[in-house]
């Protein structure tokens, strides 16, 4: 599946920056995040893509229903097998779903829009790169570890990047 393809940097750049954390780094509040850690952005994306996969077996997606585990944000060893395994898992038949959406803080009715699981997986891997950036504005605050010079930065940046050099 060319997704799972275009998946493997971005699930790479992450398993990565989150090894060479530290444990203490990786639960550490960062003052340039608002005092959120590293660890919630890596869990804010593990489970965006948890939600993606129960919904491909139920037929619909519910990203606003996903668990919010604090273990996932607080052990990094976890966040990388749960990383790892959701990429394992990525190639499957595409098939159509229901995205469930609330947009309003004073309803509990959902939009139900039309979508299908590849269309989710291009979803969620912009989500993850959008997560990154921030994650390396942390990173960068609380650690000397080296980044790819792409961590964070959507494809269509960098190849934009590139034309403009030439």
Avoid: W
């Avoid at 509040?29 to 893509?49: T, Y």
């Avoid at 394992?88 to 009715?109: G, I, P, T, W, Y």
Wanted: with cysteine; net charge neutral; aromatic share 8%.
């Amino acid at each position: 599946m060319q997704l799972q393809k275009a998946a493997h940097p971005i699930f790479v750049q992450l398993i990565d920056s989150v090894k060479q954390l530290s444990d203490d780094q990786y639960c550490q509040p960062c003052s340039s995040l608002s005092g959120n850690r590293v660890g919630q952005h890596v869990r804010h994306i593990i489970e965006l893509f948890q939600s993606l996969e129960k919904g491909y077996s139920v037929g619909h997606v519910n990203y606003e229903r996903r668990n919010r585990d604090p273990e996932i944000e607080m052990n990094r060893e976890l966040a990388c097998e749960l990383l790892k395994a959701i990429f394992e898992r990525l190639e499957r038949e595409n098939k159509d779903l229901v995205l469930m959406a609330n947009f309003n803080e004073h309803s509990d009715q959902y939009l139900e829009i039309g979508t299908n699981y590849y269309r989710e997986i291009a979803y969620n891997l912009e989500h993850a790169i959008h997560h990154m950036a921030l994650m390396r504005v942390g990173i960068t605050e609380i650690s000397n570890i080296r980044l790819s010079k792409n961590f964070g930065m959507a494809v269509s940046t960098i190849k934009h990047q590139k034309k403009c050099a030439q």
